[in-house]
């Protein structure tokens, strides 16, 4: 069984920042991809911003420059640093990652972490 517990959500003034985790934690052999995506009320899920096992990144035209993924490959954690928010950024955020459990099977599933709630807003 495999877990991802995200934190840091909140409520934030236009201009601000936050930094959002995502721990994995449980049955993980490896982890290939980590990312987050959000949720807005009324609109489909999106991709924020990804990294992969090597650090390679990829965001969001919306988020480039002010959002910053980072991994920490030891601690089996993903960071999303979120800095000049801006309202349109309000959603629920969510983390994902690409997990091979089973050294005996190459097989790699994705998990969902539960959302956290980022709110900006004066």
């Known amino acids: 069984q495999v877990q991802l517990v995200e934190s840091g959500g909140g409520l934030v003034q236009p201009g601000g920042s936050l930094r959002l985790s995502c721990a994995a934690s449980?049955?993980?052999?490896?982890?290939?991809?980590m990312g987050w995506y959000r949720q807005a009320p009324g609109k489909e899920r999106e991709l924020v911003a990804r990294?992969?096992?090597?650090?390679?990144?990829n965001c969001a035209d919306s988020v480039k420059g002010r959002f910053t993924i980072s991994r920490d490959n030891a601690k089996n954690t993903v960071y999303l640093q979120m800095d000049s928010l801006k309202p349109e950024d309000t959603a629920v955020y969510y983390c994902?990652?690409?997990?091979?459990?089973?050294?005996?099977?190459?097989?790699?599933?994705?998990?969902w972490g539960q959302g956290t709630q980022v709110t900006v807003s004066s």
């Open positions: 994902n990652a690409i997990i091979r459990v089973d050294f005996k099977s190459e097989y790699q599933y994705e998990y």
């Open positions: 449980g049955s993980i052999f490896s982890i290939n991809t």
């Open positions: 990294i992969s096992s090597g650090g390679s990144t």
